[in-house]
């Protein structure tokens, strides 16, 4: 939170950018950090106002990890960019996509093959393996596949089953049409 600003901003303002935080926690860890010198803490009253610390020999890596589902994001456009067949549309979702997930789980990702490709073509399969095998060695975290052909779209769109909402309001798309666009609008 405070590396995404140059204005300082009270442990309050902090505890309410962090979901899962209480105010107390949040005013514990700002100390601490503080006491480290990744942030500047600075009397206001009877609050204090916290800045993140640029200079820190720590902030360029606070900034990687802050940053990090865009680097995943950067990454596995970089992977698709290389396919030799490319997909109709890929899109991380769930958890990853919400920036919500732990040790325990998985990318999802969300792939329509265009209806040229077979599901049970060889250079096909290899390259979701090897997407498979990227998240891994990225994330520490297994890939989630959730592969469909673009046939199959229509049978999401008439059914709707609890994933066709989840890709409509947290998809992220690395390629391909928007998931409102492929799968319909909320009926």
């Known amino acids: 939170m405070l590396r995404g600003t140059t204005r300082p901003l009270t442990g309050r303002e ?17 100390r601490r950090i503080t006491e480290e010198g990744l942030v500047h803490a600075e009397e ?4 204090y106002l916290y800045t ?11 900034e990687l990890l802050a940053d990090i589902r865009s680097e995943l994001e950067r ?15 890929l899109s991380i979702f769930g958890s ?7 040790t325990a789980s998985d990318i999802d990702i969300f792939i329509v093959r265009s209806t040229e ?6 250079r096909w399969r290899e390259q979701l393996e090897r997407l498979s095998e990227h ?17 199959d779209i ?18 992220s798309t690395l390629a391909g049409p928007e998931p409102v666009d492929l799968l319909g609008a909320r009926t």
Not at 44 to 47: I, K, L, Q, V
Not at 52 to 62: E, G, I, Q, S, T
């Open 14 to 30: 902090v505890a309410r950018s962090v979901p899962a935080g209480s105010q107390p926690t949040v005013n514990a860890s700002l």
């Open 44 to 47: 206001a009253g009877n609050a």
């Open 52 to 62: 993140f610390n640029r200079d820190h020999l720590a902030a360029p890596a606070v």
């Open 75 to 89: 990454r596995l456009r970089a992977e698709i960019a290389e396919w030799e067949l490319a997909p109709a549309h």
């Open 96 to 102: 990853a996509a919400r920036s919500d997930g732990d």
């Open 117 to 122: 490709i077979p599901a049970d073509n060889p």
């Open 135 to 151: 998240v891994l060695a990225w994330t520490g975290n297994h890939a989630g596949l959730a592969e469909v052909s673009e046939a």
């Open 154 to 171: 229509r049978r999401l769109r008439r059914e709707r089953p609890p994933i066709v909402d989840d890709l409509r309001q947290n998809a």
